[in-house]
């Protein structure tokens, strides 16, 4: 996991711009045939419009990012085929929630989805949705109703967490710590309620991390390997 790097940063200025994505555009029959293949193995995908980063920059703390509309067809195509393009990054907001005694809970994907069986914290592609009358992006609100659409928690008020900015390969991870008010035993009877009212939930199990030996090289990616191990590290 030596290849990634973690950079806090306390705010994220995140906006929309207008971009010709030339190498979807060029490989537009292979990613539709590969997307084809990828349907029919989970037939419950769709073919929405994500937002996907261009250009950024991180000084003073601050992340100022240039995001720009695609098919998600053409995002996953390139995260199968390993980033081939890399004049863009998949960026996604994720919350991190964390129970009061201590516990970082995480979500294993269904089988439904296309990530299935991989566990990672609560997160989903910005979309559409998430971009305001003005342009901006707001990441922090993408990162919460993940959260919340997905384990049915709501993030309690108060100070402001910040983010860390997690850069591995052609993936930026944008996590957002969640500081949550009860412990692990009351919380996971939530989310098991929230899982079992939903037709087909996003997620198959909720995944406890308490100590490095719970990281699951298998099944966690390394950008939530590398955070968690970062923060355990230093309890």
């Excluded at 290849?3 to 539709?32: E, G, K, S």
């Excluded at 073919?47 to 990012?65: D, H, K, P």
Aim: aromatic share 6%.
């Amino acid at each position: 996991m030596t290849n990634l790097t973690l950079t806090p940063a306390r705010r994220i200025d995140a906006r929309m711009v207008a971009h010709d994505w030339a190498w979807a555009r060029d490989n537009r029959a292979a990613i539709q045939a590969h997307w084809e293949r990828r349907r029919a193995e989970r037939p419950a995908m769709f073919n929405g419009t994500v937002l996907m980063l261009r250009r950024w920059s991180l000084a003073a703390g601050v992340l100022e990012a240039e995001l720009f509309e695609a098919e998600y067809a053409a995002l996953t195509a390139l995260k199968d085929w390993g980033f081939p393009d890399g004049s863009v990054l998949n960026v996604f907001a994720a919350a991190v929630p964390r129970t009061r005694d201590g516990t970082f809970l995480l979500g294993e994907m269904g089988p439904h989805t296309a990530a299935a069986g991989r566990v990672y914290f609560p997160c989903g592609t910005p979309d559409p949705t998430d971009i305001d009358a003005g342009g901006r992006v707001d990441l922090a609100a993408s990162a919460l109703r993940e959260l919340r659409e997905e384990t049915g928690l709501v993030a309690p008020e108060g100070p402001d967490p910040g983010w860390i900015v997690v850069r591995d390969g052609g993936l930026m991870a944008l996590l957002r710590p969640v500081q949550l008010a009860e412990d692990e035993a009351l919380l996971r009877e939530r989310i098991a309620g929230h899982l079992a009212a939903e037709a087909e939930p996003e997620l198959s199990a909720i995944v406890g991390v308490r100590a490095s030996a719970d990281l699951d090289p298998a099944r966690m990616p390394g950008f939530v390997r590398h955070y968690l191990a970062s923060v355990l590290a230093g309890a």
